[in-house]
Structures are given as C-alpha cells and as structure tokens.
C-alpha cells in the first residue's frame, strides 16, 4: 500500500505549486493560473499525491470544450464527434526528485485517465512532450498514448528552440480524424457506390423498355 494519500489541488496549495514548478517546468506561471486550477474544478482536474502534508507529486489537466478548441486541437479527432466532446490536455505532471521511480506519476496518471472515463463526453487526452525526451515518450507510451504528430521548434527554453511530439490518448470511443488513406478509400467507396447504382438504374429501365417494346 502506497505511504501517501491522492487529493485535488486546493488553494492552501499554491504557495507550494509555485515552488515545485519553478523547480520542474521552464515556464513561469501567472498568479492567477494558480488560483484557476485550484478553485475552477469545472475546468481543470487535477491531482495531488501528498506525505505528511507534503506534495511529492501532481498532475494538472485542462477540460477544453471542442466548441472553443483552436483548429490544432479540434484536428485531433473525427469531425463527426466534435459536437459536445470535450478533449482534455495535461498541463503538467511532476514528481519530487527523492520520490522519482517509484511509480508515482504512473498512479497519478492513472487515477486521473481513470475520473476522465468517467464523463462520456471526454474523447481524447493529449499532452506535448520534448523529443529529447526518450523517458517521457516511454512513460506515456506504455500507459496507451499514441503519437500523434512531430511539432518542429514547439518549445522555447533557455533562449533555444526544442521540438515536441504531440501525443494521444482516445477515451470513450473517441477517434481519430480520417488519415488521407481512408478518405481516398472512403471517397472512391462512394464512387463506386454511385456508379453501381447508375448502372442497375440504367439496367433496369432498359430491361422495363425492351420488355414494353415486345408487349406492344
């Protein structure tokens, strides 16, 4: 059994969330993103892993409604479950150093896809990733992630451009957007759909007219 219990991040964490990623992450938050994930529990998810009031680890996710998602994002699944979905980005996840490898994160993730299943309307869950990475792409690969496409100069950190992978996750029979594939073979499908029924039109009125012409 784990040492630590699971909780949502409240507002009595803030203090502690700033330090841990200005520790974790090259990008510095605004105060009101703290307040924002720690009181809109319409719109993040998050959670907490915490040892003797202690957060040793976390993980924050954003519920995009596919109505106010930017044309990257709603590129991410089939048009035709667009209407109502939602697809939910995760923020950042991150664990103290001493704490590391010791499965944490894989329970923090795991526990979060686990309350994401629980809304319907949740179709996908998707995160940026560093292509330098190798360990990141490992963790997220064995939870079910699938790559999803290679983003060139995504990052800016240390004044450098670093290049990103975007993965994937469908949940709740989401699906992916039709590869060029399957829409080539989807079109000539239709093609050939309408030619048949062209020609049975064209062969059963001929038939109607040679059976009227041997009538008269």
Not at 47 to 73: F, M, N, Y
Not at 79 to 101: F, N, P
Not at 134 to 148: Q, R, S, W
Request: glycine content about 6%; aromatic content about 14%.
């Amino acid at each position: 059994m784990p040492d630590y219990q699971i909780r949502p991040l409240n507002p009595g964490d803030i203090t502690e969330l700033k330090y841990l990623h200005s520790q974790w992450f090259p990008v510095e938050y605004p105060n009101s993103w703290y307040c924002d994930i720690t009181t809109d529990t319409d719109r993040y998810l998050t959670l907490a892993a915490v040892k003797h009031d202690t957060i040793i680890g976390l993980v924050v996710t954003e519920l995009r409604q596919s109505k106010s998602c930017s044309p990257d994002e709603i590129a991410l699944l089939d048009r035709a479950q667009l209407k109502d979905s939602i697809l939910t980005y995760i923020m950042t996840l991150g664990v103290r150093q001493e704490y590391r490898r010791k499965g944490i994160a894989s329970v923090l993730m795991k526990e979060i896809l686990s309350r994401l299943k629980s809304f319907p309307e949740v179709k996908g869950v998707y995160l940026h990733v560093l292509a330098s990475n190798k360990c990141a792409i490992k963790f997220y690969e064995v939870l079910g992630f699938g790559c999803y496409e290679f983003i060139p100069h995504y990052y800016t950190i240390l004044g450098h451009f670093q290049n990103a992978y975007c993965y994937i996750l469908y949940l709740n029979d989401g699906q992916p957007p039709p590869s060029p594939l399957r829409v080539m073979i989807n079109g000539l499908r239709g093609m050939l759909s309408y030619v048949y029924t062209m020609w049975m039109y064209l062969y059963v009125a001929t038939k109607a007219k040679i059976r009227d012409y041997h009538v008269t």
